[in-house]
């Protein structure tokens, strides 16, 4: 089984990139005696992912997979963007990222929002390609849902009434951003072997 290493600790995110490429051993950053912290100074996903990529691939000899996504938000212009996962100031802090987003939107009809996800691949420092995939939604006036994580008990994808915290993992994982943007990398990956 070939391996791909995702360049994350997001345990979250891992198990979410592994049940999509079922067909590859997907190992986490714990493969690495003592991984790099990388910080994420770019302003588009693009450039995000492209900056985990190489420098985990420069320490490995598999493949590497990087991803970064976030939510935007019609009504904010774009934000949280590249900023979703610290939106109020603390890294990975769903609670707070939720509250302050429900706090801007407070009153807002226009609800429009969409997930984006890029994600790279890169081996031994240099960058094989990358793709990307949106899931288009609105946001909701409250929580709802207890499955997934980030802002997933806000966003209700198109054609739903459900949030994606409501809808589960399964039907998530078939209509996400991140599962858009993978089925690319999957098909990517079938056409080299």
Do not use: Q
């Amino acid at each position: 089984m070939k391996r791909v290493v995702v360049a994350t600790r997001n345990a979250h995110k891992v198990e979410e990139i592994r049940t999509i490429l079922s067909e590859y051993e997907v190992c986490d950053l714990s493969i690495i005696a003592d991984p790099p912290v990388v910080e994420e100074t770019g302003t588009t996903f693009v450039e995000n992912a492209t900056l985990k990529a190489l420098a985990i691939s420069r320490l490995t000899g598999d493949l590497v997979l990087s991803d970064d996504s976030g939510l935007e938000v019609d009504f904010l212009g774009g934000d949280p963007g590249v900023y979703s996962s610290r939106y109020a100031g603390e890294e990975g802090n769903d609670i707070l990222n939720n509250r302050k987003l429900l706090k801007e939107m407070d009153g807002v009809a226009s609800r429009g929002a969409r997930f984006r996800c890029v994600i790279v691949l890169a081996r031994e420092g240099v960058v094989l390609a990358d793709f990307s995939g949106t899931v288009e939604g609105t946001i909701r006036e409250s929580l709802r849902g207890s499955s997934g994580f980030g802002y997933d008990p806000l966003f209700v994808p198109e054609g739903y009434r459900e949030s994606f915290a409501e809808l589960g993992e399964e039907v998530k994982n078939s209509l996400s951003h991140r599962a858009r943007a993978l089925a690319e990398v999957a098909a990517w990956l079938a056409r080299r072997g």
